[in-house]
């Protein structure tokens, strides 16, 4: 196995701050790049969200930022200008989620970046997709799962006339995944050819295309051959069951499944009814079939049906919460979770990468650090001596 993680040798400089864009680099840091994360003189502002033993070591910081150096750069003065012209000299990544009009008046465009180093990939997350009416407006989870749709979804499935946000911020961390998977598409665009270029990752165009993969529906069709959303997922049975003591997830797929779930629960009968023999029909008629599942698990206990349906290769799962999920043995036997010791904000609970590679490990090397806790070590391997430093700190460029 080799030592070093995939991506050990590239340099990203991240100058992205609140969810999508430190979600994003989280994932390069794991696979084993070199992670400079700029911030401003106020720090990231999830620094300062939730619970804290210390200033600015919030827990939603700490979940998606490790692996990473700190640097503080108040950009606003040209000295921290330069010191980061000097960094992008030794840079394979530009990423940032800051509004265009703000990062040109920076100094630090695509055409800027690209003049100090013209094989950069420059990757810039954005609320909504240059050319488009909504170009260049601020954009937060809540506005994107509005304007993309999700915020339908639920009542959609239950029948409400109110929409609402999913309670999660969804649409932050699924564009981080575009985003990160488009940057590693242009860094072996980069190997292959040796060029550079500008990556642009939207909000809003990224959760429409994630939201209609299934419920786009009947209307890929031109005229529609049905209605939209995918009549499976938006059914006001789809959930979790009650048990006699519990909640049980059960998920019969195929002909045979369904089959051994009616005969288990006691309705042998429905394994050769029509109306649930085949998929198309099951799909035709989901509320019902949902309808007689809820019916089926009340009969047994939950640890009855896990035994049951589990013998019978079933497909089912109990039903955690957030408080319970990582108490799970499969969590446990994996190592997703693992309580590990900080310098500065002692024991916490670390996620880590979930992804396995067989020829690379993607460990935790460096603890979520405090701001601007790897500025001097940083100056110092661009070639400021102590004294330039500590002048740069008086100057406010530096903190």
Not at 41 to 51: F, L
Not at 223 to 240: C, E, F, H, I
Request: a negative charge; one cysteine or more.
């Amino acid at each position: 196995m080799a030592e070093k993680g995939i991506l050990s040798g590239y340099t990203v400089l991240d100058l992205s701050s609140v969810v999508l864009g430190p979600y994003a680099s989280q994932f390069l840091g794991d696979l084993g790049a070199e992670v400079i994360k700029i911030e401003s003189p106020e720090g990231d502002i999830m620094r300062h969200a939730g619970p804290m033993r210390s200033k600015g070591m919030g827990p939603i910081y700490l979940t998606i930022n490790r692996n990473k150096r700190a640097v503080t750069l108040d950009l606003a003065k040209p000295e921290a200008k330069e010191i980061l012209n000097r960094l992008i000299e030794t840079a394979d990544v530009f990423f940032h989620n800051i509004r265009a009009s703000g990062i040109k008046r920076l100094g630090f465009d695509y055409d800027s970046v690209r003049a100090i180093r013209p094989d950069i990939v420059y990757v810039h997350a954005v609320g909504f997709g240059s050319g488009g009416q909504y170009e260049g407006r601020p954009a937060y989870d809540d506005l994107i799962q509005a304007v993309s749709g999700l915020a339908m979804m639920l009542p959609r499935q239950d029948g409400s006339s109110a929409p609402r946000y999913f309670p999660g911020l969804m649409a932050d961390k699924t564009t981080a995944l575009f985003a990160a998977n488009a940057l590693l598409a242009g860094l072996l665009h980069r190997e292959r050819t040796g060029e550079g270029q500008f990556i642009e990752v939207p909000m809003m165009e990224c959760m429409v295309a994630f939201n209609m993969v299934e419920n786009l529906f009947g209307h890929a069709f031109v005229p529609p051959l049905g209605d939209t959303a995918y009549s499976r997922s938006v059914s006001p049975n789809r959930k979790p069951y009650a048990t006699r003591d519990g909640y049980i997830a059960v998920m019969p797929y195929s002909d045979h499944n369904w089959q051994q779930f009616f005969t288990l629960g006691g309705m042998p009968e429905l394994a050769t009814d029509p109306r649930f023999a085949t998929y198309p029909a099951r799909t035709a008629n989901i509320d019902e079939l949902y309808s007689l599942s809820e019916k089926i698990c009340a009969q047994k206990t939950t640890d009855e049906w896990m035994v049951l349906l589990t013998q019978a290769n079933v497909p089912c799962a109990r039903v955690h919460s957030l408080e319970t999920v990582l108490e799970d043995r499969q969590i446990a036997d994996t190592g997703l979770a693992e309580v590990r010791q900080h310098p500065s904000e002692g024991e916490y609970r670390a996620i880590h990468q979930p992804i396995r590679f067989s020829a690379a490990p993607c460990p935790i090397r460096r603890e979520p650090p405090k701001q601007g806790a790897d500025t001097e070590p940083v100056l110092e391997a661009l070639g400021y001596s102590g004294p330039q430093i500590a002048e740069l700190r008086k100057s406010g460029a530096v903190g």
